[in-house]
């Protein structure tokens, strides 16, 4: 069936360096893709969508510019903590679209966890 | 490792029948449980949460689910479902320090 690999799935580092999570799609095309965020004991919030070929669409609160996303092909996003500091380490997901309609189906990613010390 | 099995991939229903979604997880310790809906063209939602406490858990639009420990499960209901209703639902699980592991779905149709 579909899968979504997502790397690394753990990563450490210290504050101030930057950070790159990967998301592919390895069966299929995917012209949208979900990242999310969980604190811990706290459900997963919706950070951004990434479309192919076009600008992310993020979330409110979201900061642009310290979460950077681009989804340069229909295989592959990627979220790049850029000036990492303690508060954004967190457990960040991914998501992918199987497919060019609304109700296609949405496979995850298992997900990264990133600590800034 | 933890596990989520989610028993029916497409589950198909007429308006005003009653829903039950099975999720079992795989792991001997304390796990927080989440049940998730994507609707057609949105983005994933938080349907309801167990964290501790009552294992009869409800929550928005209708919806519950029950934590039977000595089952691992954690089965999403409602009495009569609507149209609206129709969506993927995800039942996920963590122990609160490690990644979060998602069940890979159950597609429901409700038919007017």
């Known amino acids: 069936g579909a899968v979504v690999s997502q790397h690394p799935s753990r990563v450490i580092c210290k504050s101030g360096t930057s950070v790159k999570i990967e998301c592919r799609s390895l069966d299929f095309q995917a012209t949208t893709m979900f990242w999310y965020r969980q604190f811990p004991k706290k459900s997963l919030m919706l950070m951004a969508t990434?479309?192919?070929?076009?600008?992310?669409?993020?979330e409110q609160g979201v900061e642009k510019d310290k979460f950077l996303i681009n989804h340069a092909s229909l295989t592959l996003s990627t979220l790049t903590v850029t000036s990492a500091h303690p508060e954004d380490s967190s457990f960040y997901i991914c998501?992918?679209?199987?497919?060019?309609?609304?109700?296609?189906?949405?496979?995850f990613g298992n997900g990264t966890r990133l600590t800034v010390t | 490792a933890q596990s989520v099995s989610q028993h029916n991939h497409h589950v198909i229903l007429s308006e005003a029948a009653s829903l039950e979604l099975g999720c079992n997880y795989s792991?001997?310790?304390?796990?927080?449980l989440f049940w998730y809906v994507q609707y057609p063209g949105q983005h994933l939602q938080l349907l309801l949460k167990y964290f501790s406490g009552d294992p009869l858990v409800k929550g928005i639009k209708g919806f519950e689910a029950e934590f039977i420990k000595s089952k691992f499960s954690f089965n999403l209901r409602k009495p009569s479902v609507q149209w609206s209703d129709t969506a993927e639902y995800f039942c996920?699980?963590?122990?609160?320090?490690?990644?979060?592991?998602f069940g890979k779905g159950t597609m429901l149709l409700v038919s007017p």
């Open positions: 990434s479309n192919e070929g076009s600008k992310a669409t993020y």
């Open positions: 996920a699980v963590n122990d609160g320090y490690s990644t979060l592991t």
């Open positions: 792991y001997g310790g304390t796990v927080n």
């Open positions: 998501s992918a679209r199987d497919g060019g309609t609304e109700s296609s189906p949405l496979h």
